[in-house]
């Protein structure tokens, strides 16, 4: 189900790496801890020479320098080529749902009845109508160019008023019009008339409708959104043939967006709507679909937690992240709805390490308390050969995001001294000859955390 | 994160910039390596934007970013590393005026330039020796680009846009473009805001075209390929680009069907966005076009600012040759002043001048308005003539566009003076503008009868009617 990216097809996952770029990475950054692994990445070394040594006696009949090399890369190849088989299936993950399934039919646009508005009306009689020849069956393509050609902004501010027709009509046309220049000029327009403002509480223009939030809603619904959806029974369903969002998603998420900046003068959404606004943008963020759309996607996510006052921001949180946490199977995807709340403002923060820490628990089949789950990682014994460095290397990073994100968490003396010797026991309990999958993702993960951020 | 302490971990640690090294090694053509990747961006997002009092990265970590936005394969590592540079960039400006924040500075004292001079930038801009420096601005190495290759940049812009297929490689060269227009505007905006040519002419925006018009040619053919992407980016948007993505499609295997719809969503709204990033540059280099000028008749400028055909009358040359232009140009250009200027001396090119009067008379600049030009439509003669010369749509074109823009720039006006209570003024105005370009439009009418009123003429008449309507 996760097809790379366009970029990502070229990129052959399977042919062997080139073997002199593995060597250095490793030495790279083991450079990076110098003061820790310097001793034993000698005596990695000197067991690698070792071996080649060993090898290259057993063949004498190699005698041509070159040739004994074109060997030796073969049998590393094919040693690399055995371990990836071997951690082949956590390797190659990636994170990647796919939150949009089969389009519905898009409701019809109808153009609106010129007849009841007003600024329209009022021209028929006027001269010049025989040059312009508006007539009441021709008005939708009339006003798509007063749209696209920016009148229709001009003339919601000459008369500081945009009446109800037209508001529905280009709310409707920039949700369903499939011509892209449609989408962006009602978008604009409607990013125009909201923004503009003559006091800081009152907008400079009257507005005779404004969508409600079933109506984003249903657009959402139309555009195949899966609001059941859920990470883990998501990888059989993949094969339908859905093109996944239409273009329309990026003008939704700007007006969300638009209108989380406006509540002063007007609060467009209740606060159970404002938090599955934001349940739906991290949702966005797990489609690889969306990759591209980050920016706008991190703009309606800081707008909308801004939304909340300070009284519900608590609350929503909570909630927030707890929706989030049972939707998410353990695996790259709940790190990923960490990681894409960008720590931009200390309500992101705060997001960031709630989410991570109901991920947590719901990782530890609900256990009381984040200590306890500390307490258990602490315990964690990295011999057993049953350990599993993947699902290890997942609660390493959410541990990391839950303490370190929020500074309520980390001035925490008893949680950041458990998560501590945590992460030291991960960075010199693990052998840097552990080949395992993900054992050294996990050791260089802490020490780098240990060097940098404890 | 309050914690003074924190600070302190990173200076000591910085980030070593061994670490980079391990950057550029491999290519990030496997997932680890891309993941790798963006640890390393969320490292330094952390450890500059994240932290308080954080300081701007290195410029050896500035040029890894960039590097990966460069030669980035992944779409993830490209949207990503483009977003950590334009954060950097608003978070530490290259360049901002002193006391904007502070209201009581700003009655009397003036407001001082503060630049870091010492910031990283994309852009290798040496007065000095630009010959000795411009043979390294190599594409493979993915840093920062010399003027030949900014050059080089906009003319491959034009190229992969106009291609009957969109390739995905277009979009890191329009999110490269997209961040060095901001960089160029950090550093523009706040020099051009002190009116003080001997700053104004150190601006990145400056150097680049003196540069560029090191040898004539090239600065013209830029501007051109500039004014070319903006007209094909409003093509692209206006027709149905699914068109152009389904040829795209049909050739893709079944598999990548899902990393095509990612690339459609990110493709059009980078497309969007690189149109108003260019909008952006024409209209800073005609600021600083402007800047030149008054700098110029004060005496400021001296002979090391070699004299440049402004950008103004490079893009009437090019509206004038190619008329196809005219109505993408002006659809795009929507910034009122800028746009109202073109329209102007477009039309005052052809507009012919009453013989009464000579060239000296100060009454002839005067007229050479937007106002001025609608009222040469009432003359028969004139306008007959001037739609001989340019033809009746594009007369059309300039007085809609004309008119959209001058009726930006009043109703700005008035909602300023709203609040000094000039309301009456500014409307009487408006009303005028209106009946002015009600009976410009009626003269082409009656001049040729034949003539087809195109729709954005039809808009703007009704436009105009429905203002009157509303303000009389």
């Given amino acids: 189900m996760d097809d790379p990216l366009d970029f990502e097809v070229e990129d052959d996952l399977l042919s062997p790496l080139p073997i002199n770029n593995k060597r250095k990475k490793v030495i790279g950054l083991d450079d990076l801890l110098n003061d820790h692994y310097k001793e034993q990445d000698k005596l990695l070394e000197k067991q690698n020479k070792a071996k080649k040594k060993a090898k290259a006696k057993e063949k004498r009949k190699y005698d041509d320098e070159d040739r004994k090399e074109a060997w030796l890369t073969r049998i590393v190849e094919k040693c690399h080529n055995q371990l990836k088989a071997f951690g082949e299936e956590n390797d190659i993950s990636l994170w990647g749902v796919k939150v949009f399934g089969e389009q519905k039919p898009f409701p019809p646009l109808d153009s609106p009845d010129l007849g009841s508005c007003n600024f329209i009306q009022s021209f028929f009689n006027n001269r010049l109508n025989s040059v312009v020849e508006l007539a009441v069956d021709k008005g939708g393509s009339f006003l798509e160019g007063l749209l696209t050609n920016g009148w229709l902004s001009k003339l919601a501010f000459l008369s500081g008023h945009v009446e109800k027709p037209v508001a529905i009509w280009a709310f409707n046309t920039m949700l369903y019009s499939s011509k892209e220049d449609l989408q962006n000029s009602s978008s604009n327009f409607w990013h125009a008339i909201l923004s503009s403002r003559r006091e800081v509480d009152q907008f400079s223009v009257k507005i005779d409708w404004f969508p409600e939030y079933t109506d984003l809603r249903s657009a959402l619904d139309t555009y195949g959104f899966l609001f059941k959806f859920s990470s883990s029974g998501e990888r059989e369903s993949s094969d339908s043939n859905n093109e996944g969002p239409p273009q329309n998603i990026r003008a939704w998420i700007r007006f969300v967006t638009s209108c989380c900046l406006i509540r002063s003068k007007k609060a467009v959404f209740s606060t159970v709507e404002a938090e599955e606004i934001v349940e739906i943008i991290i949702c966005m963020f797990l489609d690889r679909r969306f990759q591209g759309l980050s920016m706008l996607l991190n703009d309606c996510m800081q707008a909308t937690v801004d939304y909340f006052t300070d009284q519900e921001w608590c609350s929503s949180c909570e909630n927030i992240a707890k929706f989030i946490a049972c939707r998410v199977s353990e695996d790259l995807n709940c790190i990923q709805t960490v990681e894409c709340v960008s720590e931009v403002s200390s309500r992101c923060k705060q997001l960031r390490s709630a989410i991570a820490y109901q991920n947590l628990l719901y990782c530890f089949n609900g256990a009381s308390s984040g200590e306890v789950i500390l307490k258990s990682l602490d315990a964690s014994n990295f011999r057993d050969k049953s350990c599993d460095f993947f699902k290890m290397y997942i609660h390493l990073v959410l541990a990391e995001n839950w303490v370190l994100s929020s500074s309520l968490v980390e001035d925490d003396p008893v949680i950041y001294e458990m998560f501590c010797s945590f992460l030291k026991n991960c960075s010199s309990l693990i052998s840097a000859t552990d080949l395992r999958s993900y054992a050294s993702k996990v050791r260089h993960k802490a020490s780098y955390l240990l060097h940098f951020s404890i | ?472």
């Fill in chain 2, 1 to 472: 994160m309050e914690n003074p302490s924190c600070n302190e971990r990173w200076k000591r640690a910085g980030i070593e910039d061994n670490m980079l090294l391990t950057m550029f090694d491999a290519s990030d053509t496997n997932q680890d390596a891309v993941d790798e990747r963006i640890a390393f961006l969320d490292a330094v997002r952390a450890s500059s934007i994240g932290l308080e009092r954080g300081k701007p990265p290195t410029s050896k970590i500035f040029g890894a970013i960039f590097h990966m936005l460069r030669t980035g394969k992944s779409l993830q590592l490209i949207v990503a590393s483009y977003k950590l540079l334009v954060d950097l960039e608003k978070h530490f400006p290259r360049a901002y005026l002193s006391g904007v924040d502070d209201s009581l500075s700003s009655s009397n004292s003036p407001r001082k330039l503060v630049v870091a001079e010492e910031a990283w930038s994309p852009l290798i801009l040496y007065l000095d020796n630009a010959t000795a420096v411009s043979e390294t601005g190599d594409k493979q190495s993915g840093g920062p680009l010399d003027p030949s290759s900014f050059h080089v940049l906009i003319g491959e812009l034009v190229e992969s846009l106009t291609e009957s297929e969109i390739q995905a490689a277009s979009v890191k060269n329009l999110l490269l473009f997209q961040y060095l227009v901001i960089v160029l505007e950090g550093d523009f905006i706040p020099r051009n805001a002190t009116m003080n040519w001997s700053l104004q002419r150190e601006s990145l925006l400056n150097v680049l075209l003196i540069l560029q018009g090191s040898r004539k040619t090239n600065y013209k053919s830029l501007m051109k390929d500039c004014v070319e992407v903006i007209c094909v980016l409003c093509q692209l948007l206006q027709n149905d680009l699914s068109k152009k993505f389904e040829v795209e499609k049909s050739s893709e295997s079944q598999s990548s069907k899902n990393c095509h719809a990612g690339l459609s969503l990110a493709l059009l709204e980078v497309l969007k966005n690189a149109r108003v990033s260019m909008k952006k540059l024409l209209v800073m280099i005609m600021a600083l076009d402007m800047s030149r000028k008054k700098a110029d008749i004060e005496g400021h400028t001296s002979r090391a600012d070699s004299p440049r055909t402004p950008l103004v009358d490079i893009v009437l040359d090019e509206l004038a040759y190619s008329k196809d232009t005219v109505p993408h140009f002006l659809k795009i250009f929507s910034e009122p002043k800028w746009k109202l200027e073109i329209v102007v001396q477009y039309l005052w090119k052809y507009i012919t001048k009453p013989s009464a009067r000579t060239r000296r008379s100060s009454g002839c600049t005067e007229d050479a308005t937007f106002d001025g030009a609608l009222k040469c439509f009432s003359n028969k003669n004139g306008t007959k003539s001037i739609i001989k010369k340019i033809g009746g749509d594009v007369v059309q074109l300039l007085l809609a566009h004309g008119f959209q823009a001058q009726l930006s720039i009043l109703s700005e006006t008035n909602a300023n003076d709203n609040i000094g209570g000039g309301r009456e003024e500014g409307g009487s105005a408006l009303v005028d503008l209106c009946q002015a370009f009600i009976s410009a439009f009626d003269s082409l009418k009656s001049t040729d009868r034949d003539m087809e009123i195109l729709s954005i003429g039809k808009e703007a008449l009704f436009t105009a009617a429905t203002a009157i309507s509303m303000k009389s």
